[in-house]
């Protein structure tokens, strides 16, 4: 019997030391600085840099791939088991009570960008390695951890890594959450784009532009219209005060050169969960349905309202549904456009079930959009990621999660979008604990020293289970 908690006790001081100078190098996208070896620039390559020197003087085996990735391998067999990380990390941003490169360590907590995305759990599964090879565990199988350097913006670290490298038979990604994330929805993002802008005038009202939304995966919190035409100010701005106060939104009209001005603000939130914001675009897009436009308008409002507005499950598109697995498809209009020259555009963040159809889905959008004068283009498609809830890779998961922690075990699913989505047979397998704050991407982020040293026990034990 290993005392694994034991193991990494042992370790403690060696760990912070090594994750601190790890979070000291500011591993972040730099084209500017990105040549042959380092396709991401010096910060991540020094990162890389970090990690693969460490694993050798460790005495693992290391491959780097031209700088998009690398490995630290050991263990012996034909059967590999992979864990996913990866070390580059978002912009450190404003108002961070420390340095957020200097890794203070407070109250038992590192304030560094990246200690919980993904460095510190990065670490915490490098020491569970570590502690295998130190004890000279016999193991029948070969265990690489897979060093990705892309994470937060192209992931073209893992696509180049396994168009060269072998695809792991199982494995799992210490970049989200315990117990487990099993399951992820399918993720569309395309847009209706208007295919020829239409010259015609008739309508009382003529829409010049339009504007709401920059990133599809987030619900817009602002929008703005501008329009001219047959229009009686006093009216209008009756109007539009009472829509806003009925909805309990905020908004704004000003005259300008004859034109027209709406502001409206909504609520921004994740666009996984769209019905718990509040869609600034659609809502003025909505209030605007009321008046007569022009062709290119009208059809951009009809189109909104015909088929996008107040609807985040895709009742109005007939593509409605949901499976036992990761529930319901959800839909967000991210962005939309509209200008007389260029026409409209809709940018939509669709996430389906993984039992879901998802051709007849995207026929529909494509017809839909066609009645509008608008083509779809896809712009991003993951299919459905699910490891079934009697693979062995769950059971040895969940099995180890419940002995070292004392709780009990579960599977998550999610709207998409975890690393572990790489691998053919993988889940991602914290290293945040239920109910940990968490602060991924944001200032003052932390790891919590007690957590992490909780989790490279968790995980020395899985890889041990996995690859004995
Ligand atoms: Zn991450």
Not at 213 to 232: C, F, H, T
Not at 348 to 356: A, D, G, I, T, W
Request: net charge negative.
């Amino acid at each position: 019997m290993i005392n694994w908690k034991q193991e990494v006790e042992n370790r403690k001081e060696g760990f912070i030391e090594d994750l601190r100078s790890f979070l000291q190098i500011k591993s972040v996208l730099d084209p500017d600085t990105a040549k042959e070896g380092a396709p991401f620039g010096e910060g991540i390559r020094k990162g890389l840099d970090f990690l693969l020197e460490t694993g050798e003087a460790d005495g693992f085996r290391s491959k780097d791939l031209d700088g998009y990735a690398a490995h630290l391998e050991f263990g012996e067999g034909d059967e590999l088991v992979g864990v996913l990380c990866h070390i580059d990390v978002v912009p450190e941003g404003d108002g961070w009570s420390s340095d957020p490169f200097a890794a203070e360590l407070r109250d038992g907590k590192i304030y560094a960008r990246g200690a919980i995305d993904d460095k510190g759990p990065t670490m915490a599964a490098y020491y569970a390695m570590k502690i295998i090879n130190e004890l000279g565990l016999k193991l029948t199988k070969r265990v690489r951890m897979i060093i990705g350097t892309d994470e937060e913006s192209n992931w073209q670290c893992v696509k180049h890594y396994f168009k060269h490298e072998e695809m792991p038979t199982i494995g799992f990604a210490p970049d989200a959450d315990f117990p487990i994330i099993y399951a992820e929805k399918g993720l569309f993002d395309c847009e209706w784009r208007q295919v020829k802008s239409s010259e015609t005038n008739e309508g009382d009202v003529r829409l010049l532009s339009f504007q709401s939304g920059r990133r599809l995966n987030m619900v817009p919190d602002q929008a703005e219209a501008v329009l001219e035409g047959n229009v009686e100010i006093e009216e209008i701005a009756a109007e539009y005060k009472e829509y806003l106060n009925e909805l309990q939104l905020i908004g704004k009209l000003s005259v300008e050169n004859k034109r027209f001005i709406f502001h409206l603000e909504g609520q921004s939130v994740h666009g996984s969960a769209p019905e718990k914001g509040k869609n600034a675009g659609l809502f003025l897009l909505n209030f605007l349905s009321r008046y007569s436009f022009d062709q290119g308008g009208q059809n951009f409002i009809e189109l909104a309202n015909g088929y996008l507005t107040g609807d985040t499950e895709g009742n109005k598109l007939e593509i409605k549904d949901s499976d036992d697995i990761t529930g319901p498809l959800t839909l967000n209009t991210g962005i939309m456009t509209y200008t007389t020259t260029d026409g409209g555009i809709f940018g939509l963040n669709l996430r389906y079930p993984v039992k879901h159809d998802f051709e007849s889905t995207q026929r529909k959008l494509t017809s839909v959009g066609k009645q509008y004068g608008y083509e779809l283009n896809e712009i991003e498609h993951l299919t459905p990621h699910h490891v079934p809830k009697d693979h062995p890779l769950i059971k040895t998961l969940l099995n180890v999660y419940e002995k070292q922690t004392g709780e009990e075990g579960y599977l998550i699913s999610i709207g998409g979008g975890t690393y572990a989505r790489s691998l053919e047979a993988g889940v991602a397998f914290g290293a945040l604990f239920p109910g940990e704050e968490e602060l991924a991407h944001q200032k003052d982020e932390y790891v919590d020293v007690e957590n992490i040293l909780k989790a490279a026990a968790i995980y020395a034990e899985a890889i041990y289970e996995l690859a004995k």
